[in-house]
């Protein structure tokens, strides 16, 4: 399968603050990629779709100036949490897609545990 | 939107038992695949299946996608303890706008003891 790294794996920040999530596409180029957040104990909820050489689209309810997704290159999207704040203290995790014939699979990074003190 | 139920939220088991996961939707995908998630990590694919009907068996885990390609089902033989973990089920559109987006069903947590 391919596989996707995300970095960092865990990181506490003050409020007020930004951080910096990498997704990287190892053995693939990736065209597209999706950011999820996940609370504790549900399912993934899609944030935003990443699209290399252009703008990302956010789901509805997503702050886009909050959560600045940056996909410059084949292997590499980058989701920013601007401001940081105690209630976006999240799991958040990315994809990659993988088209095969028809079909999609999606191969998941590792996810970063993002906690804001 | 289509949405995925799936079915129990959370089951607890005894080593060496039997479970069945159910995805079921009212709307038609064109694949559905099963996910494994451990706690702190990313999802990661089990099996895809794509033809109505189809059976597939990973080891002690038997998927299978219905005729009408509407649900799976997810089983799993003589249960471990490293068989715990949330097991999540999402389906594929299939059509080139939309071929990027997965829906997730909600999830099921299976916790085997011992």
């Known amino acids: 399968g391919a596989v996707v790294s995300q970095h960092p794996s865990r990181v506490i920040c003050k409020s007020g603050t930004s951080v910096k999530i990498e997704c990287r596409s190892l053995d693939f180029q990736a065209t597209t990629m999706f950011w999820y957040r996940q609370f504790p104990k549900q399912s993934l909820m899609l944030m935003a779709t990443s699209n290399e050489g252009s703008k990302a689209t956010y789901e509805q309810g997503v702050e886009k100036d909050k959560f600045l997704i940056n996909h410059a290159s084949l292997t590499l999207s980058t989701l920013t949490v601007t401001s940081a704040h105690p209630e976006d203290s999240s799991f958040y995790i990315c994809?990659?897609?993988?088209?095969?014939?028809?079909?999609?699979?999606?191969?998941f990074g590792q996810g970063t545990r993002l906690t804001v003190v | 939107t289509q949405l995925l139920e799936q079915s129990p939220q959370f089951l607890s088991i005894q080593e060496g038992e039997n479970l069945t996961v159910y995805c079921n939707s009212s709307s038609v995908f064109s694949s559905l695949q099963w996910y494994r998630q451990e706690p702190g990590e990313g999802p990661v694919l089990l099996v895809t299946?794509?033809?109505?009907?189809e059976v597939k068996k990973l080891k002690r885990l038997t998927f299978q996608f219905g005729d009408a390609r509407k649900d799976s089902s997810l089983h799993i033989t003589a249960a471990q303890p490293g068989d715990t973990g949330l097991y999540l089920c999402?389906?594929?559109?299939?059509?080139?706008?939309?071929?990027?987006?997965?829906?997730f069903g909600a999830g099921t947590q299976v916790v085997v003891t011992p």
């Open positions: 999402a389906g594929g559109a299939g059509t080139t706008d939309s071929w990027g987006k997965l829906q």
């Open positions: 994809s990659a897609r993988v088209l095969r014939g028809m079909n999609t699979e999606a191969f």
């Open positions: 299946v794509v033809t109505g009907g």
